[in-house]
Each structure stands twice: as structure tokens, then as C-alpha cells.
């Protein structure tokens, strides 16, 4: 496994309950939190306290300053029904139906997506928006955030055939 880059910071997060190591990662899901001003700790609480989770479901958090946090790691998520056992959900605070993402959250999320991609012996094609699996009515990460054009730049930086 490739060592995991300095601009991951891991802030410690505490857990209800055990997290069960994910064993195969099949794709990486892109998320928005659709509410303006959360933080990873904000959307954590909310996990637990009003969804009643075990903590934050998303694997990976990219704040509006672009910094990189683990929410759950390389464990098990809860950001996407029947996939969250071969996914790992990256969520980017803001909502994208109204705004767009920041310069630095992008950066981060194309250097986020590049590691993993590698890590993983994945193309870029396995990189998907909440919005882009099947049975999701909702627009996450958001109208104003292109996927294609993303998965494109993604694509153009790795070299990535798929």
C-alpha cells in the first residue's frame, strides 16, 4: 500500500461504535453537505446526533480552506446506500446548488482523488457524485459541480486512461 500523504490530517475523531475496515474499494463517491458554514466536526455531531450514526459517514472531508481530514478513514462509510462497503465518500463542505466550490477545496479533492486512485488501481471513470448512483434523487454534490469536467481534470493530471 502507498504511505498515506502529509496533507491528510487525521483530527482523532471518536466513534459510537468499532469501524470495520473496508476490505475492497471499488470506487470514490464525491459529496457536497448541502449546508453552508459546516465543518467536519458540525457534520460529525449531526451524523451522530440526529442520524444517530456511529459518527460522520463520509470517509474523507475537505474543508473550504482546502485542508484534507479523515472522517472515518479507510473504514466502512455511511454516505451512500449499497455502496458504502466498496466506496469511500469524500464530502466537501458547502452547498454546490448554490455556490461552487473553492479554488483550494478542488485542488485538495483532485489531489485527494489522484492518491487514491493509485492507491487503489483505479480509473478515474470509478470516480462518481452522489447523484450519479443508481436510485439517488437528490443533485449532490450539486448543480454547480461538474463531474465530467472533473473526472477530466483528474484524468489530464494522472495521465488516467479510464
Known amino acids: 500500500m502507498k504511505a498515506e500523504p502529509e496533507f491528510i490530517k487525521d483530527i482523532h475523531l471518536s466513534f459510537n461504535d468499532p469501524l470495520i475496515l473496508l476490505k ?87 489531489k485527494l482523488c489522484i492518491f487514491l486512485l493509485i492507491r487503489y488501481h483505479l480509473p478515474t471513470t470509478q470516480i462518481l457524485g452522489h447523484r450519479e448512483l443508481k436510485g439517488v434523487t437528490k443533485s449532490c454534490p450539486g448543480k454547480n459541480f461538474n463531474m465530467d469536467q472533473f473526472r477530466e481534470t483528474v484524468k489530464i493530471q494522472t495521465g488516467n486512461k479510464g
Open 24 to 110: 475492497d474499494v471499488e470506487y470514490l463517491i464525491v459529496h457536497h453537505t448541502e449546508e453552508i458554514g459546516w465543518d467536519i466536526i458540525k457534520t460529525h455531531m449531526f451524523h451522530q446526533d440526529h442520524c444517530g450514526w456511529s459518527g460522520i459517514g463520509y470517509n474523507f472531508f475537505i474543508e473550504e480552506n482546502g485542508k484534507v481530514l479523515k472522517g472515518r478513514g479507510y473504514h466502512v462509510g455511511a454516505h451512500a446506500f449499497s455502496y458504502n462497503d466498496k466506496s469511500l465518500g469524500i464530502c466537501l463542505a458547502g452547498n454546490f446548488d448554490l455556490h461552487t466550490p473553492t479554488k483550494e477545496q478542488l485542488k485538495s479533492l483532485t
